[in-house]
């Protein structure tokens, strides 16, 4: 297919009006014709422009391209000159044709492009071979100059025009980018590209893909896009109509179509794949219609990780380039009256996915549940817009409080670092409403419905306030674990078993013997006999008498081992002989015990009896106490 | 700024007469009132380390971090202020507050303590040693004295002395109660924002289920760097010492 390039279709026809009044009266020049490349050597991969220029040429000739079949022919392009010279032998026209080719090699080698050739009514012109050197591959990275038309002074260039910074100039053109030519279908063919292809978790990528064409397309059915797996996936564009937008790649012209776009978000690290998308592509009009399937190329994408040092109110989702704002309705409001709090999130980034800061307020001013509401926007294809949660605050008392200032930390990954975007705290004034307790104190009408939210509610809340003194006290061991305690609760035992061991040893030990107790009547006996001899100046004779007998009588049973009392007298002298008694101290102590039986019942004598008594009685028991 | 100062120049001393303590403890309240949270926590725990703590020190702490958002610990401060001064109002209310901030609900857990727990959480450790003691003395006393009375006083002084020993004996078993939890009964308190509960005493094992700060737990019995937790409802798993801090 020929085609004629811009400047050819714009020159061509007043040229060719001028060329027919001039070739009636002059003379063309003679004929030349010859072949050029831009660059001899090439890759496979690149692209070179071969030139044919044809001077002089009559109209009836013919000029044959050459046909090489190492080599692809991707464009054609014409464009005509006219030129005239005026002189001494009369005027002459020489008209110049040029023929542009965009070529790309098939295969590696030293290659050679035939001659064109040009044959007119009487004679067959040739041009020379060229010889191509071809490497694999690409040794051109800019593609070969196409033809430009020359630029116009700017009419503006010296206004004054003051210069704003644009806070999306740092974007990138969305169509700033070529794609390689395919070797097959490259009159047509779908296309992926990726703005970014090494983006940090969160961080946007925009996937456009494009039809390129140097064919009218008239309908393309439904898209098929890939899943997107991976990827938090938003609509930027999807055009209902196609509009055209001319592209020029490798020099050769094409029309590039924008099927869809999309702001692409990953969710995870690691190299993320993009399936091709596939469309089916009518071409041509009417009944010269062609209908024609096509596959996008495949694209990977680069996830890296967000670094380490997250500040600690870091939400997975709060990536891009954002600025925390907070207003309130009002900063005075009467008790019982609500406040409304906006906390606005601005900026770039995935909207959806971020998570605003809880508006956080003293236990005095009741906070609602907030609501949200978004305004997605696209500013160059890049993502972002605004989130405001609108927050309702009723005071509960009176007073000033403080809504503490909010913090937004967000990963900005044009820095690579963790940023925060943060408010200044505000202070809220809550005054007595006019409905409530004060009204009533007043002495006005009471209220039929009092208004509760208008009272100064004084409700427990937060924490207990801290103790203003303390008692200072190391950590006590318990008194049960200390080590007096079982000693001190055993001692009370232990001091009754002692007791009663002390008492039963003092038991065992205080057993008397037959002599100790005769000791101890003898002992009794003589207290006796002491105690008579006081009562023997003022005691009656019956107890004078009684007491000496009582001794006599102690004396007998502590010498005899038996009982005394109650036994006659023959029987107690019949016992002391039994004992060895002499007799005359048998007959001295019963004679005793006679005396005093005689005192007690028939006194009489005075003193001077009872001496002799205690005399005798006292003979008696020292006597046998001799013994 | 000042204030600051001042606490830094305490903290440094290595022992606190009682005014210099009472001072100390007045500068960490202030502190804690201009929301100076880390200042006021560091004062409160110099007076505990220099052996001048107590339940209300301990209260103080306990409260200061419940405010710094330090859960685990809060919930340990006010757990130890708890048994060292006894239930009381305010306690108990910012204890309130630390469990609603929890993380983990313990489903199925008994709504309360055991019995013996309660009971010796009830009764004064240190009241109930002392009228065992004084009850076991004076019943035996009396009960000895009455070798030595007449009979008519002797019934008077066997009366007391039933008695005192009746007394000596329930008080007696208090304090058995209360040597019976604290040698068996050791409870803790998470402390770490997270702790894995594993199978087995060792990295390797399989996790169970995971903790959080605050959340009040038994220790069982301690294996190398693991302790063997269990939670009020029976749940029991092998976790990191350095986790969890004794009440």
Redesign the interface.
């Known amino acids: 297919m020929t085609r004629t390039g811009d400047s050819a279709l714009r020159w061509a026809g007043p040229a060719a009006a001028a060329l027919s009044v001039l070739l009636s009266s002059t003379a063309l020049a003679e004929v030349e014709l010859y072949q050029s490349v831009d660059r001899n050597e090439v890759g496979t991969e690149d692209t070179f422009r071969l030139s044919i220029v044809v001077s002089g040429a009559p109209d009836t000739a013919q000029l044959q391209f050459p046909a090489p079949e190492d080599f692809e022919v991707l464009s054609r392009s014409q464009s005509t000159q006219m030129s005239y010279h005026f002189g001494g032998g009369g005027s002459s026209i020489k008209r110049v044709q040029k023929y542009e080719l965009v070529m790309r090699a098939n295969r590696a080698g030293t290659l050679t492009i035939p001659p064109a050739v040009l044959t007119t009514a009487d004679r067959t012109y040739k041009t020379e071979a060229i010889e191509m050197q071809v490497k694999k591959g690409r040794l051109h990275t800019s593609p070969p100059p196409s033809p430009r038309r020359p630029t116009l002074p700017d009419p503006f260039r010296n206004f004054p025009v003051p210069s704003f910074p644009d806070p999306f100039g740092d974007l990138d053109d969305p169509m700033g980018f070529e794609p390689e030519i395919p070797r097959s279908d490259s009159d047509l063919f779908l296309r992926f590209h990726l703005d970014k292809e090494e983006v940090y978790v969160g961080e946007q990528t925009t996937l456009s893909l494009y039809i390129f064409s140097r064919l009218d397309v008239s309908s393309i059915d439904p898209v098929v896009m890939p899943k997107l797996e991976g990827f938090w996936s938003e609509e930027l564009d999807s055009p209902s109509q196609l509009i055209a937008e001319q592209k020029v790649i490798d020099g050769v012209p094409y029309k590039a179509y924008l099927l869809r776009r999309r702001a692409l978000f990953p969710m995870k690290p690691g190299a993320l794949q993009i399936q091709p998308a596939e469309a089916d592509i009518t071409t041509g009009l009417m009944f010269a219609a062609h209908r024609s399937h096509r596959k996008s190329n495949a694209l990977a994408v680069k996830v890296k990780p967000m670094p380490p040092g997250a500040p600690a109110a870091f939400s997975q989702g709060n990536v891009g380039r954002w600025r925390l704002a907070n207003e309130l309705s009002q900063t005075e409001v009467a008790l019982g009256q609500p406040i409304t709090a906006k906390v606005v999130l601005e900026g770039r980034g995935n909207l959806k996915s971020v998570s605003l800061p809880k508006l956080a307020a003293p236990p005095q001013i009741r906070v609602y549940e907030p609501t949200t509401s978004d305004k997605p926007a696209s500013v160059k294809n890049q993502l972002g817009g605004k989130r405001v949660q609108e927050y309702l605050l009723m005071p509960q008392q009176t007073g000033t409080f403080t809504l503490p200032g909010l913090s937004f930390a967000f990963f900005n990954p044009e820095t690579g670092a963790y940023e925060e975007s943060k408010t200044d705290p505000i202070q809220v004034t809550a005054l007595p409403g006019a409905g409530g307790a004060n009204a009533i104190a007043s002495g006005g009408p009471t209220p039929t419905s009092p208004d509760d939210s208008a009272k100064n509610k004084l409700e427990p809340a937060g924490l207990k306030p801290l103790r203003y003194q303390a008692s200072f006290a190391a950590a006590a061991q318990p008194l049960w674990s200390r080590p007096y305690f079982i000693p001190l609760a055993l001692a009370p035992l232990g001091l009754w078993v002692g007791a009663t061991v002390l008492a039963m040893v003092r038991g065992a030990l205080g057993r008397e013997d037959e002599a100790s107790r005769k000791r101890k009547k003898a002992r009794a006996a003589r207290a006796r006999l002491a105690a008579a001899e006081k009562l023997a100046q003022k005691g009656t004779p019956d107890e004078f008498y009684g007491e000496v007998e009582k001794a006599l009588l102690h004396l007998l049973e502590a010498k005899l081992g038996g009982p005394a009392q109650g036994l006659t007298r023959p029987q107690l002298d019949e016992r002391m002989a039994a004992h060895g008694v002499p007799a005359e101290r048998r007959a001295k102590v019963l004679s005793v015990l006679e005396t005093c039986e005689m005192g007690r019942y028939a006194p009489g004598g005075g003193n001077a009896a009872r001496g002799r008594a205690l005399d005798d009685a006292e003979e008696a028991m020292e006597g046998w106490e001799s013994r | 700024m000042i204030a600051l100062l001042a606490i830094s120049a305490f903290l440094g001393q290595a022992y606190y007469t009682?005014e210099e303590?009472?001072a100390l403890?007045s500068q960490a309240?202030d502190a804690?009132?201009r929301e100076e949270f880390s200042a006021a926590i560091e004062a409160y725990r110099k007076?505990i380390e220099r052996?001048?703590?107590?339940?209300?020190?301990l209260?103080?702490l306990g409260?200061?971090c419940?405010?710094d958002g330090r859960l685990g610990e809060a919930v340990l401060h006010l757990e130890r202020a708890r048994r060292?001064g006894g239930p009381s109002?305010?306690v108990e209310?910012?204890l309130a507050?630390a469990r609603a901030r929890q993380l983990d609900q313990v489903i199925g857990a008994s709504a309360e303590e055991p019995f013996l727990q309660r009971l010796a959480a009830a009764t004064p450790?240190?009241a109930v040693?002392?009228a065992?003691?004084s009850s076991?003395?004076a019943?035996?006393?009396l009960?000895?004295l009455c070798r030595y009375l007449r009979p008519g006083r002797r019934a008077l002084a066997a009366a007391l002395a039933a008695l005192s020993l009746t007394a000596a004996v329930s008080s007696g078993a208090l304090?058995a109660v209360?040597?019976y939890v604290?040698r068996t009964i050791t409870e803790a308190v998470v402390v770490a924002p997270a702790l894995k509960a594993r199978e087995l005493p060792r990295e390797s094992g399989r996790v169970s289920f995971e903790v959080h700060a605050g959340l009040k737990v038994r220790l069982l019995e301690t294996a190398g760097q693991f302790v063997r937790i269990r939670l009020p409802n029976g749940l029991e798993g092998w976790t990191e010492k350095e986790g969890v801090a004794p009440i």
């Open positions: 009682p303590a009472q403890f309240n804690y009132y007076l052996g001048r703590g107590g339940p209300d020190v209260f103080n409260t200061a419940l405010a060292a109002e305010d209310a910012n507050v450790e240190r040693s002392l065992f003691l076991w003395i019943g035996l006393g009960l000895g304090v209360h040597a604290s």
